[in-house]
């Protein structure tokens, strides 16, 4: 088995030490995540900014328990373990009923919207801020955030890596409790999303109450 096939299993099956020797040095958040798709809703809108939760041609803020998701990016590659900084976060999701911004399906139409979209860079310490809401959810998913996290091309070539985030179930019932999210109904738990199953929990993301909402910090490693 190639390292490459060793570090997707190690995503896999938890918390993912880059290699041997890195598991002496490396801090404890240096961790392999499992990929997962990006789904039907990916928009390259190249709209950076750390604030998502608003419209950007009416800045109408959608209603959502407010959610602060801190990236903690490392470059695991050649079995390193190093801050990441300069590579593209985007994150995008739906919101508190279930609809995604920009895109239109049999539930919406938001064509030219571009709510609870963006991107940022990491800082010298691989760490990129959102602000957002806690997502909603739409039929036949668990509660998620997408994710995709890009590297500027080196010697001709950069990197891709695409997943998403998920909740812990009793946080969510907490929240879905609430406005604007009771008015929805019953949602689809965790161990019953057909993706969640192949991954997911080692995507959950850590989530604490904070003074105004919920904040959660995520590691994760790219390597080659």
Not at 129 to 156: D, L, N, Q, S
Not at 165 to 180: C, S
């Amino acid at each position: 088995m190639n390292r490459r096939a060793l570090l997707a299993l190690f995503g896999l099956s938890g918390g993912a030490w880059l290699t041997r020797r890195a598991f002496a040095q490396a801090p404890a958040g240096c961790v392999v995540r499992p990929q997962q798709t990006e789904g039907p809703y990916f928009v390259d809108e190249r709209l950076n900014r750390g604030d998502i939760r608003s419209e950007p041609a009416t800045g109408i803020v959608k209603p959502g328990a407010p959610l602060e998701i801190v990236f903690r990016v490392s470059d695991g590659s050649g079995g390193r373990c190093v801050p990441l900084g300069n590579a593209t976060v985007d994150v995008w999701h739906c919101d508190a009923q279930g609809a995604y911004s920009d895109v239109r399906d049999s539930a919406n139409d938001t064509q030219g919207q571009r709510f609870l979209r963006g991107y940022q860079l990491t800082d010298a310490a691989g760490i990129a801020r959102f602000t957002t809401i806690y997502p909603g959810w739409y039929e036949g998913r668990a509660v998620h955030v997408h994710f995709k996290i890009r590297t500027a091309p080196i010697a001709g070539r950069g990197r891709e890596f695409t997943s998403q985030l998920y909740f812990d179930e009793a946080l969510t019932e907490q929240v879905h409790a609430q406005t604007p999210y009771v008015r929805r109904g019953r949602r689809v738990p965790n161990e019953r999303d057909g993706l969640f199953r192949r991954g997911g929990r080692d995507l959950v993301l850590a989530v604490a109450k904070a003074a105004a909402g919920y904040t959660g910090t995520f590691d994760i490693a790219l390597a080659d």
